[in-house]
């Protein structure tokens, strides 16, 4: 028999057998699989569509500059000494803009990053952002503004980026206020869910899809456990919460938390190096992150930070106590001049002898 028709015959029986397969399938699986592909298309083109009226809706607050091939989102505000806040997990610039922003301006020179992925700051897929680079990337930033040696304030997962930035670049840093961070690789329930997100194909398909309609109607009750046991502040009606659920953003916060483990178990060992002022900030009804095992935990690992526990405060201080986290700013400036004058204060000869009255 001549080769071809070998050939024919064999993709012949082939697709009979795959015909046959088909035809004996039942109706109602294969009903099905086109249902969910047509309702997955479907939710695709409806993200698509939130995400471009979400940006439309919610033009950048501030300015843009590309330090090392990245584009970052600023937004400074007043004068004086500068203080750069960092914010948390998943959120962006307004998380300050909506607490206590305004109010450190008028006393500081007030500067507010979207860390990479976040509001309106690029996240490119060359580069690992792990705590240690996004602090390199914001120290550079600040250096590109003519800032020198900051108070560094970061909250939540901010925390971890500001205690990186003091670990691994100590002379760019006067002082670090740390709010409701988390620090050490403690077991959480949400994050084997949220960074299974992260996980390649899987995660694509769910942020490009049902990810977004599920977090927006999750949203509620995400918010009242974040303020718990405090009000949830009628400013948060301003919070935009689908920048928040774009699938970009939604990347940059499952990878955030697939790495959360990891990083605090890489982090933590060198805490007591860090030789700079700290004041260690919590709730202590945080529903987040245990304040006892956070942030008690991280000021017995720097004898020197001062402490504040704040009474019936959830995980959002800086909107539900933002004097005490202004106050905290003045503290840290002040024991960063204190550290100074006592680093350059001169030193008397031995034996030296004061005179007599």
Known sequence: ????????????????????????APKGLIGLALGAGAALTGLAFWASHQTKEAEQANPPMGSFMEVGGVRLHVLARGSGRPVVFIHGMGSMVQDWTLSLLDQASRQWRAIAFDRPGHGWSDRPNWSRWVPEKQAELLMRATKRMGVERPVVVGHSFGALVALAWALEMPEDVAALVLVSGYYYPTGRLDVPLLASQSIAGFGAVARNTVSPMLGKAAWPKVQEKLFEPNAVPPAMALYPVDMMLRPSQMRAQSEDLAQLKAATARLSPRYGEIRVPVVVMAGDSDRIVDPVAHSIHLHRDIPHSALKVLAETG??????????????????????????????APVKPAGEMRPSA
Request: glycine share 4%; net charge negative.
């Open 1 to 24: 028999m001549p080769q071809n028709q070998t050939h024919q015959r064999h993709w012949g029986s082939t697709a009979e057998r795959v015909g046959r397969n088909l035809s004996s």
């Open 315 to 344: 995980h959002m201080p800086h909107h539900a106590n933002p004097t005490e986290v202004l106050s905290a700013i003045d503290l840290a400036w002040h024991e960063s001049d204190v550290q100074a004058r006592a680093l350059f």
